[in-house]
């Protein structure tokens, strides 16, 4: 390996970072042919995941804290908001990965929905801008073992 192609390695790795990867994906909608979609994921390292919640939860303890200038409301709900940034942490602090885009043709009307940055959770439900058909993607890997329709 020369001199050149180690450089262009090592500015491709910097650049591409090896948490983030694009996937296929199956965008099927009820009763029509399901279309190949891509998403653009990105995996979350321990220290995001500890963070994103950290946020999360300090927003809900923030509520909390302001309310106690609020008369009546100050008795129920600083502790209310406690609670509820013990179970928004430990909901974020599970979040492994997230949607940085998806994209991918509709199945009714061929329209290029573009799913914006969001938690990843297969499948991603969609409605289209386009005719507002409700869409599901799911990976495209995946869809071998999981192509069962459920019965509904
Ligand atoms: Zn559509």
Avoid at 53 to 82: E, Q, Y
Avoid at 96 to 122: D, F, Y
């Amino acid at each position: 390996m020369d001199a050149h192609t180690a450089l262009q390695h090592t500015l491709i790795s910097l650049l591409w970072s090896p948490m983030e990867r694009t996937i296929d994906t199956v965008i099927s909608a009820q009763g029509l042919d399901a279309t190949a979609g891509t998403a653009r994921i990105h995996e979350l390292t321990e220290q995001e995941k500890t963070s994103r919640a950290r946020k999360a939860a300090g927003a809900c303890v923030a509520i909390g804290v302001v309310s106690l200038a609020i008369p009546l409301v100050h008795f129920v709900l600083p502790w209310f908001m406690l609670i509820v940034a013990s179970v928004v942490y430990k909901k974020v602090s599970q979040q492994s990965a997230v949607l940085m885009e998806a994209t991918g043709p509709c199945p009714k009307c061929g329209a290029t929905m573009s799913i914006e940055e969001q938690t990843l959770e297969w499948p991603i439900e969609w409605n289209c801008q386009g005719c507002r058909k409700s869409t599901s993607m799911m990976p495209a890997e995946s869809s071998a073992e999981t192509a069962e329709p459920s019965a509904e």
